[in-house]
């Protein structure tokens, strides 16, 4: 199908953009890699009035050494993380992740931060930053707020995001040396989504943390997997926390899974996941 007719802007900068965005208000739709927001236009799911491409702004885009943290701009490409020297040397699981999703012509153009904004319940960015333990900041004409990656996403498609907000940098602490970390998704083949997603990250004391994307309406820390080791990594204690995963958690039901097989596969996967650290 073909979209509505849109008014198109192509912003130099940050400012321009946000000033763009308080112009036209709820009437006005940020396009960034645009996977997610233009097939929604083809089938007339969104039909914005007004189209602010965010794209090219040089501002946007990059990966930075802080010293004690990552800055991982939002429009940076997922392929580019995928290669970062600096992501693989400290965050392996966002480096993996970066490298499962899609194909590789989504990948040369998906941002993460369009990702991390459209919260669709079966991308693999949300669970792994709350797993990283990560901090967002969001623009807009009065200035800056940061918001935790646990508070951002809260329902389906539903984010902390207000209207005239961009999403414009991740910033994400360097854990310490000899942490280690993965991402194991279960794929749907065609899209590339998880059906189960898990992000799990454990530092020299095992102390662990996991989080699951696909598993249940936005994506969610697992505390009582994380409760459950206690900082005893075996094999053993291993089994018996993966089998504690999602419990409290309304899990989906869709047509690629049913609640049942997907509480399945999150203890499956968690159990991968977790293994992998040892």
Not at 69 to 81: F, L, S
Request: charged share 20%; hydrophobic share 45%; with cysteine.
């Amino acid at each position: 199908m073909i979209p509505t007719q849109v008014e198109y802007h192509r912003p130099k900068t940050i400012a321009e953009a946000l000033e763009l965005l308080q112009k036209f208000g709820e009437d006005a739709k940020i396009l960034a890699g645009g996977h997610s927001l233009i097939p929604a236009m083809k089938l007339r799911l969104s039909t914005p009035a007004q189209l602010i491409d965010i794209a090219n702004i040089p501002d946007l885009t990059g990966i930075d050494d802080e010293g004690d943290h990552i800055v991982i701009w939002a429009g940076a490409k997922h392929g580019e993380i995928a290669s970062s020297y600096t992501i693989k040397e400290h965050l392996n699981m966002v480096a993996e992740a970066a490298g499962m999703i899609g194909d590789v012509q989504v990948r040369n153009f998906g941002t993460i931060g369009g990702s991390l904004a459209h919260a669709d319940p079966a991308a693999d960015w949300p669970a792994v930053m709350i797993a990283a333990d990560a901090t967002f900041v969001i623009a807009s004409t009065s200035g800056e707020r940061k918001v935790a990656a646990a508070d951002f996403f809260q329902g389906l498609f539903m984010t902390d995001l207000n209207e005239g907000e961009i999403l414009t940098q991740i910033h994400i602490p360097k854990p310490p040396a000899g942490t280690k970390s993965t991402y194991e998704k279960f794929v749907q083949p065609a899209s590339r989504f998880a059906i189960v997603g898990c992000a799990a990250m454990s530092d020299p004391d095992c102390n662990v943390r996991v989080a699951f994307a696909g598993v249940s309406s936005k994506p969610f820390r697992d505390t009582g997997i994380e409760e459950a080791l206690a900082g005893d990594m075996t094999a053993s204690s291993i089994e018996a926390a993966a089998n504690k995963a999602a419990e409290g958690v309304s899990v989906m039901s869709d047509h690629f899974a049913s609640e049942k097989y997907r509480r399945h596969i999150a203890k499956v996967y968690a159990k991968r996941a977790l293994m992998k650290l040892v």
